[in-house]
């Protein structure tokens, strides 16, 4: 099956910075979101990025389908954007999604 | 409000007790799952369901079993639990089109299994 794999797994940030978080995956795919899971355990949706760019505030998203990798931008980061980042997959055929391990941030004031 | 609603939030059972983490969205989708989220392994889907009476297994479904007899709901059954099956599970929903099948979830159930 699919293989999805997050880099870094670990980032620590001070408030303002930028960061890029990366996710690799092995296969081709029709479907592919970033979520972000805050410490409370909540998870949400950021993307629904199969391909192309987009941009929602201070994140942007870019999937180069035909590389199998994704991009998740935060720019001018803030406390608040601390937690899990993950990114999922759904592979062409099936109704499967698979998570990567996750990129766990923490932006410190 | 749009939503996923998951109960319990918290259950502390003992092995073998049968149990049921109940599922209801509000918001018509076709598509819901249930996943479990274990330290150092990321989100693993469990199983999935395309709408009513038809589903699928994910890729750890052994020691689980799910019904979608209505559309909005898509309960969890433990029929045996067992300790390996202590884990933070979540349920989500998503619609089926072709350009956005954003993947909603619920807020989580927390499940020790002694």
């Known amino acids: 099956g699919i293989q999805v794999e997050q880099s870094p797994p670990d980032l620590i940030l001070q408030e303002g910075a930028n960061s890029t978080l990366r996710c690799n995956f092995s296969?081709?795919?029709?479907?592919l979101q970033w979520f972000h899971q805050n410490p409370w355990g909540q998870l949400i949706n950021l993307f629904y990025?199969?391909?192309g760019t987009k941009q929602n505030g201070r994140l942007s998203a870019t999937t180069v389908a035909t590389e199998r990798y994704s991009l998740l931008y935060i720019s001018s980061s803030q406390t608040t954007d601390s937690g899990v980042y993950f990114c999922a997959v759904g592979s062409s055929g099936t109704y499967k999604y698979i998570f990567g391990t996750g990129t766990r941030l923490k932006v410190l004031a | 409000e749009a939503q996923v609603t998951q109960n319990p939030r918290y259950l502390i059972t003992v092995t073998g007790k049968k149990l049921t983490v109940t599922c209801s969205q509000n918001?018509?989708?076709?598509?819901m799952s249930w996943y479990r989220q274990d330290p150092g392994l990321g989100l693993r889907q469990i199983y999935y369901s395309m709408n009513v009476e038809v589903t699928d297994k994910g890729d750890v479904p052994e020691g689980y079993k799910v019904s979608r007899k209505e559309k909005r709901n898509f309960p969890l059954i433990l029929e045996s639990p067992s300790p390996n099956q202590t884990s933070l599970y979540f349920c989500a929903s998503s619609l089926f089109t072709s350009t956005n099948e954003k993947l909603f979830f619920g807020s989580g159930t927390q499940l020790s299994v002694l």
């Open positions: 990025i199969p391909s």
């Open positions: 918001m018509n989708h076709e598509y």
């Open positions: 296969d081709s795919v029709n479907n």
